[in-house]
């Protein structure tokens, strides 16, 4: 039940984008994406609800293909500041299940100058 | 404004004993998750409060592991007879909602020796 993430890692030189995608077998209610930086705690950066909605965060956005069952990140222009470990979280919502996130095992994403 | 906080940051302790780590939500945040964090692993899932609702416990890996909210604030996870692979760092995180962005604590990172 646990979404899969792809790539696995991504190393970029500053400026290039990336895309991190995230797949579940089981019907979607909501994707949650964040990062963690190493050795801190996971920051919420986005919530995609079913509906294909396309949200935006500064030059880090996202896409949410109901039918699919999956999810893109995408980040544009990369600066340093973007390493991290990229997490998605499944919510297939229904009955007690409601807002439980299943997570990702991660996207390890490496900026470099 | 106080965002969650974890108690112990550090807990050393010895196979077979017994381990409570403490959770103080955001105020006002009815949902309260706790997930596990091996190293350079994903978030796993453990148990999760909502309000007044039954908490889904679908997640704690055996029965040595309960946890408790006293209405919408404070939370504990009880570890009792330690093992070694429970060694992790364990996160808790609050939101407003079931499908809001969750807020994580800075985590209690356990060593079980």
């Known amino acids: 039940q646990q979404p899969v993430q792809s790539p696995q890692a991504v190393i970029l030189r500053e400026g290039e984008d990336a895309v991190i995608n995230c797949s579940s077998s089981?019907?979607?209610?909501?994707v949650h994406w964040y990062r963690q930086k190493h050795g801190e705690a996971p920051v919420f950066l986005m919530i995609l609800l079913k509906g294909g909605e396309q949200k935006g965060h500064e030059k880090i956005s996202a896409s949410f293909n109901e039918k699919k069952q999956q999810s893109s990140l995408y980040l544009t222009a990369s600066q340093l500041s973007y390493s991290g470990t990229y997490f998605c979280?499944?919510?297939?919502?229904?009955?007690?299940?409601?807002?439980?996130?299943?997570f990702g095992q991660g996207t390890i994403l490496t900026v470099h100058p | 404004g106080a965002g969650v906080s974890q108690s112990p940051s550090n807990k050393v302790t010895e196979k077979g004993k017994d381990v409570e780590l403490r959770c103080d939500p955001i105020s006002g945040h009815t949902a309260l998750y706790w997930y596990r964090q091996r190293l350079g692993q994903g978030l796993e899932f453990l148990i999760y409060?909502?309000?007044?609702?039954?908490?889904?416990k679908s997640g704690l890996p055996s029965d040595r592991f309960s946890a408790e909210r006293t209405g919408e604030s404070v939370s504990t996870l009880t570890i009792q007879r330690t093992q070694q692979e429970d060694s992790a760092v364990y996160l808790c995180?609050?939101?407003?909602?079931?499908?809001?962005?969750?807020?994580f604590g800075p985590g209690t990172r356990l060593t079980v020796l």
């Open positions: 089981k019907a979607l209610y909501s």
């Open positions: 979280g499944t919510d297939h919502a229904g009955g007690t299940s409601y807002g439980k996130l299943t």
């Open positions: 409060f909502q309000g007044n609702s039954a908490p889904d």
């Open positions: 995180a609050s939101s407003l909602g079931p499908v809001n962005e969750q807020f």
